[in-house]
């Protein structure tokens, strides 16, 4: 099964192309362009490059939250797109799940995933690394960084923090005399190979769905949202 993954949840974007656990190719960009601009013609060289067009292609996936409210939206777009013509299967990927995939090697590691989430808040979820394989420990979600910290005291595994608001969560770890590591910049973003690799664990518990049914996860209103409510009760 060949597998097109996308991630332009974050500053970051990348594709890559995956097939029956072997990747094939991957592209990844971290210089602040637009995803609106980059994402598509990113995947279209890489099919390109691995002599493959979207007709060879058995399924789509995307990282569809936490992120970027834009980010999420470019990305979802995308992923309709290249999908629903051939009407192709999709896979909507939790982007903390994927991210913590870069460290699912570390055995015994506790992978702590943040990204920013402004209002001093991090989107993040706790990952076990067990046997080359991740699991689950909380829900993806946007939480308080006095949060995090509160739950890893007294937590003796080694602790890895992964993610664009790695070095904020560290930071805030280390001060509050919670020891951990910086996972290394390489291995630190969003990546389009960690979507390939959740996609193909959803294929196999058939968790694919249609284009038409992909959604972005956003986990919190956008800020305009949460002033239009502060404007509705304040009218009240």
Same mark, same amino acid.
């Given at each position: 099964?060949?597998?097109?993954?996308? *991630?332009?949840?974050?500053?970051?974007?990348?594709?890559? !192309?995956?097939?029956?656990?072997? $990747?094939?190719? /991957?592209?990844?960009?971290?210089?602040?362009?637009?995803?609106?601009?980059?994402?598509?013609?990113?995947?279209?060289?890489?099919?390109?490059?691995?002599? $493959?067009?979207?007709?060879?292609?058995?399924?789509?996936?995307?990282?569809?939250?936490?992120?970027?409210?834009? %980010?999420? +939206?470019?990305?979802?777009?995308?992923?309709?797109?290249?999908?629903?013509? +051939?009407?192709?299967?999709?896979? %909507?990927?939790?982007?903390?799940?994927?991210?913590?995939? &870069?460290?699912?090697? $570390?055995?015994?590691?506790?992978?702590?995933?943040?990204?920013?989430?402004?209002?001093?808040?991090? @989107?993040?979820?706790?990952?076990?690394?067990?046997?080359?394989? $991740?699991? +689950?420990?909380?829900?993806? /979600?946007?939480?308080? !960084?006095?949060?995090?910290?509160?739950?890893?005291?007294?937590?003796?595994?080694?602790?890895?923090?992964?993610?664009?608001?790695?070095? !904020?969560? @560290? &930071? @805030?770890? #280390?001060?509050?005399?919670?020891?951990? /590591?910086?996972?290394?910049?390489?291995?630190?973003?969003?990546?389009?190979?960690?979507?390939?690799?959740?996609?193909?664990?959803?294929?196999?518990? &058939?968790?694919?769905?249609?284009?038409?049914?992909? #959604?972005?996860?956003? !986990? +919190?209103?956008?800020?305009? *949202? /949460?002033?239009?409510?502060?404007?509705?009760?304040?009218?009240?």
């Amino acid at each position: 099964m060949k597998i097109l993954g996308l *991630e332009s949840s974050a500053k970051a974007a990348s594709v890559a !192309l995956m097939e029956d656990g072997r $990747l094939l190719g /991957r592209s990844d960009q971290n210089t602040g362009l637009t995803h609106s601009r980059t994402l598509l013609p990113m995947a279209e060289a890489l099919l390109k490059n691995c002599e $493959l067009t979207m007709a060879q292609i058995d399924a789509v996936a995307v990282s569809a939250g936490p992120g970027s409210f834009t %980010g999420l +939206r470019i990305g979802i777009s995308a992923a309709k797109g290249l999908a629903w013509a +051939r009407e192709l299967p999709c896979a %909507g990927i939790s982007t903390l799940e994927a991210m913590a995939q &870069n460290l699912a090697h $570390l055995e015994g590691a506790l992978v702590v995933c943040a990204m920013d989430a402004r209002r001093s808040q991090v @989107y993040n979820a706790f990952f076990a690394a067990e046997g080359g394989v $991740l699991q +689950r420990l909380c829900p993806d /979600r946007a939480v308080a !960084l006095a949060t995090v910290a509160e739950e890893l005291h007294g937590e003796t595994r080694p602790k890895i923090v992964v993610g664009d608001g790695a070095q !904020l969560c @560290y &930071n @805030y770890l #280390q001060e509050a005399g919670i020891p951990c /590591r910086l996972a290394p910049e390489a291995l630190r973003m969003q990546s389009a190979v960690g979507v390939c690799i959740c996609a193909e664990a959803a294929a196999k518990e &058939n968790r694919l769905c249609s284009a038409a049914q992909l #959604q972005p996860v956003y !986990l +919190r209103l956008s800020q305009a *949202e /949460r002033e239009r409510l502060q404007r509705e009760a304040k009218a009240e």
